[in-house]
Every structure is written in C-alpha cells, then in structure tokens.
C-alpha cells in the first residue's frame, strides 16, 4: 500500500482523460482504508470508484484513493429471497452476471452499466424500468473525519432519480465500503415494459424469458447503441432525462407536438434527453477530439486526446441549445470535477 505522487489517472476514467492526481493510493480491505484515512488526516481526498460516472476537466490537487474491495457475500435467505452482500470495489456488471447465475432476480435489467458496487448508491443507477433502489437494503459507510462506521438503510438515503444523500447532504462526508441486496430466488419479476426490450426479445423468439435472456437482451440493446469505453472514452449517459411538471409540459407540447414523453406520476412527466439532443442537431457531431455518438446523443465521447474542459464545453452548448429551443433544462449525469 504505497502512496504514489503524480499519478495519470488515464486509465481509471473511463472517459479516458489525461489528469494527474497529486497522490494516488489503491486500497484493497477496511483496515488499509482506514490506516490510510488515520495516516492522512490533513491531506485532503478523493475518492475514486470505477471512474465510470466522472469527467475530470483538472489535475485533482487531493489524496486519491482508490476504492478496490472485493468480496460478495450471502448473508441470508429463505425460500424466496436471498440477502447478497458485495464488497464496494466489486464491478458492477460482473456482480449482476454473478446474480444472474446463481438465479438471484432483481438487477437483471441493469446489466452493463459500467462502474462498481460501491458507486450505485451514490448515484441511484438505473435501466429499462429499474433502479438499483429497488432491491437496496443497506450500505455500510466509512466517516471520513472519524472512522467510524454507519449503516444506511434505504430511507437514510433519501433515494431519487440519480439522487441519493450521497450527492447532496452527506457528499465527501463517507466512503461506502459495502452494499447489501435483498434478491427474488424464485417467482421473479421479469419487468419487460420498455418497448426496446420487448422488442429484442420478440426478434429471438422469446415470450417467457429468464433472467439470463432479459439481461442478454438489455446488453444487446446497450451494445447496439453504447460505445465500449475501452475502445472508445466516454461515461455512458451525461444527461438526465428532464422531469417536468405536466402543466408546464403541456404549453411546451403545444408547440412541439412530435415530442416524446413518459407519464411518471399524476403531475410529472419524463422527456427522453436524447430525443432533444437529437432533434436539435448533435447526433454524430465531432468537435475536434470531443463529441456526441453516432448512434446514442445522450453519450459524449473522447475520440481520442479530447481533454476533460473541452468536452465540458460540448456539454454546455448542448443544454444552452436545448434550453433555447425547448426551454428545458438538462442537467448532467456525470459528476464534473
């Protein structure tokens, strides 16, 4: 467990930007995490998961550690469900295709979002109807300024659409180390409502899938329209989709009646960001290094030797774009640094 000063963080983002963190130390187990924390009082710190869900625009002047604790956990189970704990620095993917196999229903429909374990709390992923809030039970939690430790339950983390305490009032005050799953062992809730979905199972001749052939089919889906960030940098989705009040919707779907839209609830809709994005032109763009992808507008991409400002910059214009066109307003996704 060394401390390394000047160190690229090239390949811990997945946007694949050159940034250097002023010191940078992985750790693997609470105890090295904790010395390191006790170690290191005054220095201040960041913490990095996957770097699946960041775009760094600057060198972070900070302590950067690493978050790479491993381990799952079955902590218990009865007919019907069984309680999985994994370890925070488990990759998420390979966590849910691990579910998956052992018939663990539940998380199926997020298979192939990129990061890890310890980071879907913070952020409340979510996919084709689901959302990891939906199976969360609990999360174990470092206090950065004292070391000691806490669990949140579900209603501790105030969970909202790509919210959690975690972002908000509670953000650098914790490092989540753990988090626990209650899953469906059997009479699963195969949840096919989106249109997508649906479809690709239709094409394989599917009417009753599994576990394994929904989650097969959600990463066909995420691969027909998602780069791989190994081969191509970028975070996944940058935006959110807008939620709008339905009155305030209702003027603006006056003036554009092509728009596409989802009632959440009896006053809210949701508006698919990237069918503004797209309409408004940026599907496929390039601007230098930086740009938007052919085949999914809410992704921006790293072409190459893009640098984290510049792709901001894309960014920006898109959601000054959409706003002077629509008057929405779309937030990001992906956390700036």
């Known amino acids: 467990m060394e401390i390394q000063n000047n160190f690229s963080l090239k390949n811990y983002n997945t946007f694949g930007i050159e940034a250097k963190a002023k010191q940078f130390v992985g750790v693997h ?54 309680w999985v704990e994994s370890q925070a620095g488990e990759n998420w993917h390979e966590f849910v295709l691990w579910t998956i196999d052992q018939n663990f229903g539940g998380l199926e429909n997020m298979s192939l979002i990129p990061g890890n374990v310890g980071t879907t709390p913070v952020q409340n992923i979510g996919a084709y109807g689901t959302e990891m809030k939906d199976c969360f039970i609990s999360c174990d939690a470092i206090t950065i300024s004292n070391l000691e430790m806490k669990t949140f339950s579900k209603s501790d983390c105030n969970f909202g659409y790509r919210e959690s305490i975690f972002k908000n009032k509670s953000k650098d005050l914790y490092i989540i180390s753990s988090v626990v799953f209650k899953l469906s062992k059997r009479n699963h809730k195969i949840n096919i409502s989106y249109g997508d979905i649906k479809a690709e199972l239709a094409k394989n001749n599917i009417t009753t899938p599994s576990l394994k052939e929904v989650s097969n089919a959600v990463i066909a889906i995420r691969q027909s329209k998602l780069p ?109 640094i």
């Open 228 to 336: 791989d960030p190994k081969e191509l940098g970028n975070s996944g989705s940058f935006f959110k989709n807008p939620i709008l009040l339905k009155k305030d919707f209702e003027k603006i779907h006056i003036q554009f009646p092509e728009m596409k839209y989802f009632d959440i609830s009896e006053t809210e809709v949701k508006v698919p960001a990237g069918w503004l994005i797209e309409q408004a032109g940026f599907k496929g763009k390039r601007y230098g290094d930086a740009g938007i992808h052919k085949n999914q507008a809410l992704v921006l991409v790293n072409y190459g030797n893009a640098t984290g400002q510049e792709i901001l910059e894309v960014s920006k214009n898109i959601q000054k774009t959409i706003f002077d066109t629509y008057g929405i307003q779309i937030e990001a996704e992906v956390n700036v």
């Open 29 to 82: 187990n609470l105890t090295e995490l904790k010395t390191i924390l006790e170690e290191n009082k005054p220095q201040k710190k960041f913490v990095l998961g996957g770097g699946s869900n960041m775009l760094l625009t600057k060198d972070i002047d900070a302590l950067v550690i690493h978050i790479d604790l491993k381990g799952k956990t079955i902590l218990k189970e009865d007919d019907d469900f069984v």
